[in-house]
């Protein structure tokens, strides 16, 4: 139950920071999120850093890990785990793997997107 407090702890603050990046940097004008490619390049950078150092040398215990990693970065952004997967596929030399994963992440993710939108709009 622990578990779940922190990761529920860390995703609403998380998500409430992409929140007011967005509403600060996201633009109708421009047609460029920035506010959400900011969000996920810092959460990507901040989820790298997090289990870096988890990984090399023991700063952050699982809780504290489950709080800023899952939590934070999972309600921040929902890139920063995608990279941090790839990197460890590539890390392992597991190219193929990698390609699937990378490729297929996109195309099901966009045609999700559409696939739920097409619903919305005709049922």
């Known amino acids: 139950m622990k578990s779940i407090l922190l990761v529920f702890i860390g995703g609403g603050v998380g998500s409430v920071l992409r929140y007011l990046i967005g509403k600060l940097l996201n633009s109708h004008e421009s047609g460029i999120p920035y506010g959400t490619f900011l969000a996920n390049i810092l959460g990507s950078l901040l989820i790298g850093i997090i289990l870096g150092l988890a990984a090399k040398n023991n700063t952050f215990n699982s809780n504290q890990t489950l709080l800023l990693a899952t939590g934070f970065c999972g309600g921040f952004t929902t ?21 699937i994963y990378t490729i297929a992440s996109f195309i099901v993710g966009f045609l999700a997107v559409f696939f739920g939108m097409y619903l919305i709009k005709y049922l």
């Open 79 to 99: 890139f920063s785990t995608f990279a941090y997967e790839n990197h460890i596929l590539l890390k392992s030399g597991d190219f193929t793997s990698f390609a």
